[in-house]
T-cell receptor, first 115, second 113 residues
């Protein structure tokens, strides 16, 4: 089946370093992607999104890169802080067939920031 | 200025005793979703409403039902909770179905005794 997955289940970084979280997706027809941050006991929080007509999008301290050729998505966090510690999910928005509107989540990467 | 509100945040129920979880939104979004999330797993979509149009995922058990009496509120009814239904239940909303960000509530943690 088609799915969105993550290369690394856990990532540990030093405070102040940059973090890169990767995600592979398998459906070339998907045209919208979202990164969510989920802290323990809370709901997923929107971080940044990107549409398939873009390769890169920047937010505050975060950048999302989309490589459609290899179906790869990454989230870069600059100057990682302890407050960035959380599980990060990539999600693919299905826009075809009978599943319009469904978000397909990757497995999640747990980011731990060491002080 | 909470946008997606879920009550209660924690719910304890007994095996087989019906339980209702609630969600409300101040965004006036057309679409409301219910997800189930178990520990260390990604959220799994149960169903969604586009306005009053209900869309059930094929693998959502019949034990799970939903109601949307108006734009702002959506309820998740679990008719006979089993131990395997203990999870975090997340409500989300989006303006439309296609290529739209979904905004999540804080979730309700359900414990089944």
């Amino acid at each position: 089946g088609e799915s969105v997955g993550l290369h690394l289940p856990t990532l540990s970084v030093q405070e102040g370093d940059n973090s890169i979280i990767n995600c592979a997706y398998s459906n070339s027809a998907s045209d919208y992607f979202i990164w969510y941050k989920q802290e323990s006991g809370k709901g997923p929080q929107f971080i940044i999104d990107i549409r398939s007509n873009m390769d890169k999008r920047q937010g505050q301290r975060v950048t999302v890169l989309l490589n459609k050729t290899v179906k790869h998505l990454s989230l870069q966090i600059a100057a990682t802080q302890p407050g960035d510690s959380a599980v990060y999910f990539c999600a693919e928005n299905m826009n075809y067939g009978g599943s319009q509107g469904n978000l397909i989540f990757g497995k999640g990467t747990k980011l731990s920031v060491k002080p | 200025d909470a946008m997606v509100i879920q009550n209660p945040r924690y719910q304890v129920t007994q095996f087989g005793k019906p339980v209702t979880l609630s969600c409300s939104q101040t965004l006036n979004h057309n679409v409301m979703y219910w997800y189930q999330q178990k520990s260390s797993q990604a959220p799994k979509l149960l169903f969604h409403y586009y306005d009053k149009d209900f869309n059930n995922e094929a693998d959502t058990p019949d034990n799970f039902q939903s109601r949307r009496p108006n734009t702002s509120f959506c309820f998740l009814d679990i008719r006979s909770p089993g131990l395997g239904d203990a999870a975090m239940y997340l409500c989300a909303t989006s303006r439309d179905l296609v290529a739209e960000t979904q905004y999540f509530g804080p979730g309700t943690r359900l414990l089944v005794l």
